[in-house]
């Protein structure tokens, strides 16, 4: 058993209380490294941490140009590393190698991105419509920020929230997954070796119901940087409210995957088994519902069953491994609750439906890939974030009724559209109300497009330009200009 410690301020520290508690592998069920249980006490020392390097002149006083230049240079790191983190991340929660070196061979992007944005912040002089005056503007850092990040693409995430908060000027202090907070930790050690000044970037691990509150509501914490389930966002939210920080909150979706007659069908089989089996489902644009076409209904989901029978699942270091476990305990009895929930509600299973025992699986928490046909829209199961391998399928007539369908959840994160009709492409990727459409293509991102969802998927965005603008804050100078203060009484 390996044993972690946190960062803060640019040591590695245990907890206040000397507590730990242990993370598990979720491909052999059983625990593999000891992760720092941090209390209240925590997290002020690490708000403390990043709050005093904030003003420190060592980070304050860096040209943006020397910050962008720290930002490339841990992208460089990132790449170095990339395969040994990726390997821990497998470890720790089960994700598909082959997907987290994909993901890690891409993640330095964002700090190239944004550190090449960093010296590109300008403000604005004003053509002040009123004499005597100059006005322009300054885009300023906010101070401390919070990012919390869920378990299922956890440095991915972070990195998210880390390069344009960074980018910025800001210090952050982070708070990952108690269930990926291993590979956030190795990844912590980049940032020192990169040169960024101690307190910059602090880690605290711990569990999100002990100390995610305490770190919210820190009143030297300028911005709240969330993603995870809407219910723990919402809770967030309200409370951030009360000190009145702004938030970018990163929520759930219940995503549709809409396939009309005139696609091509294989392809389109090819996105919608992309949109809910990579990942093995655990992923907020899961395209967990299918809405197809009624003329091609039948010939569809037996192409669809018939391809998804050959998803190889078992052990996710494996490079050919196409389904992996699900990442937590918890997790596993919520999506075979939700299976046991669809087949109450009179949804057809066609494929699946149980726990997977398979003699590749060993004592691992694995869902079999599961698909249910005839789904109506009002059902849990076509409303409800399930967060695993488990697929809804919805027929529908018209391209009216797909919209209708579509749109009728509280979510908004992304959708997917399947036709060779470019009028359709346009026609749809503007009726939908989601903040990602892809059209003939599924679960595309990068550091250039903005992220982010509709409704009660989330607030803000990440990534793209637009995402620096959510770690900074706008200030007007006025200044005299014409040596002559006039009439006090009055509003100049
Ligand atoms: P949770 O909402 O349970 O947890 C997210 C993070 O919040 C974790 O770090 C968690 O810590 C922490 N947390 C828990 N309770 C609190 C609290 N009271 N105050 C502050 N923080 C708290 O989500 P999951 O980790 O289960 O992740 C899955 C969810 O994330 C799904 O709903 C998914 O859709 C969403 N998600 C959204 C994405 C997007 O970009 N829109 C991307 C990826 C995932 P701990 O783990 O220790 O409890």
Partial sequence: ?????????????????????ETENPFLGKPWAAIPRAGAADVDRAVAAARAAFAAPSWRGLSASARGALLRRFADLLAEDAERLAQIETRDNGKLIAEMRAQLRYMPQWYHYFGGLADKIEGRVIPIDKPGVFNFTREEPLGVVAAITPWNSPLMLATWKLAPALAAGNTVVWKPS???????????????????????????????NEIGERLVSHPHVAKVAFTGGDRTGQGVYELAARSIKPVTLELGGKSANIVFDDA??????????????????????????????????DEFVSKLVAFAQTARIGDPSM?????????????????????????????????????????????????????????????????????????AIIPFETEEEAVEIANGTVYGLAAGVWTTSIERALGMSQRLEAGT??????????????????????????????????????KSVWIDISGNVPNPFVQR
């Avoid at 398979?358 to 698909?371: R, S």
């Fill in 178 to 208: 108690e269930y990926s907070s291993a590979s956030a930790l190795e990844f912590g050690e980049l940032f020192e070796k990169a040169g960024f000044p101690p307190g910059v970037v602090n880690i605290v691990t711990g569990f999100g």
């Fill in 319 to 391: 490079d050919d491994t196409q389904v992996g476990p699900i990442t937590t305990r918890p997790q596993l009895s919520k999506v075979l609750d939700y299976i046991e929930i669809a087949k109450s509600e009179g949804a057809r299973c066609v494929l699946g439906g149980q726990r997977a025992t398979a003699a590749q699986c060993g004592d691992g928490w694995f869902v079999e890939p599961t698909i249910f046909v005839d789904v109506k829209p009002s059902m849990r199961i076509a409303q409800e974030e399930v967060f695993g391998p488990v697929l």
């Fill in 264 to 297: 091509k069908l294989d392809d389109a089989v090819k996105g919608v088994v992309s949109g809910i089996f990579a990942a093995t489902g655990q992923t907020c644009i899961a395209g967990s519902r299918a809405l197809v076409h009624r003329p091609i209904y």
């Fill in 1 to 21: 058993m390996k044993t972690y410690r946190m960062l803060i301020g640019g040591a590695w520290v245990e907890t206040e209380s000397g507590q730990t508690f």
């Fill in 437 to 474: 459409v892809w059209v003939n293509t599924y679960r595309a991102t990068s550091y250039m497009s903005p992220f982010g969802g509709y409704k009660r998927s989330g607030i803000g965005r990440e990534s793209g330009l637009s995402a620096i603008r959510e770690y900074l804050q706008e």
